[in-house]
Nanobody, 130 residues
Framework: QVQWVESGGGSVPAGGSLTLSCSAPEDIYENYINEDYCLGWFRQPLGKEREGVAA???????DFVDSVKGRFTISKDNAKHTLYLQMNSLKPEDTAMYYCAADRRSARGFVQRLWVGYSGGQGTQVTVTS
């Protein structure tokens, strides 16, 4: 599977903000765009199951897990082969390792997917302190 490179994580107090980025090799990313893949983020808190967080489809339609709606924004810059996740008003329950991925599902399907067994990049750790 594609090795995405995630970055931008860190430790912030509750209420803070972070912007995550991830990129894939140019040819791989462009193939995803040309094949109308949905791009997005999922996360895995320590000791818990993975959860779809946000996704953006080829038309720019987005979807989010209910717990982050109104706080997170997803975007992509195809010229830079990069996907972003802007996270505002962070809460301790947002603490997790965050990963990006591509999928043929809709944005809603991406968020609802369980992501069991998926292997991609190394992820980026987000820690929100109370």
């Amino acid at each position: 599977q594609v090795q995405w490179v995630e970055s931008g994580g860190g430790s912030v107090p509750a209420g803070g903000s972070l912007t995550l980025s991830c990129s894939a090799p140019e040819d791989i990313y462009e193939n995803y765009i040309n094949e109308d893949y949905c791009l997005g983020w999922f996360r895995q808190p320590l000791g818990k199951e993975r959860e779809g967080v946000a996704a953006i489809d080829s038309d720019g339609n987005t979807d989010f897990v209910d717990s982050v709606k109104g706080r997170f924004t997803i975007s992509k810059d195809n010229a830079k082969h990069t996907l972003y996740l802007q996270m505002n008003s962070l809460k301790p329950e947002d603490t997790a390792m965050y990963y990006c991925a591509a999928d043929r599902r809709s944005a809603r399907g991406f968020v609802q997917r369980l992501w069991v067994g998926y292997s991609g990049g190394q992820g980026t750790q987000v820690t929100v302190t109370s």
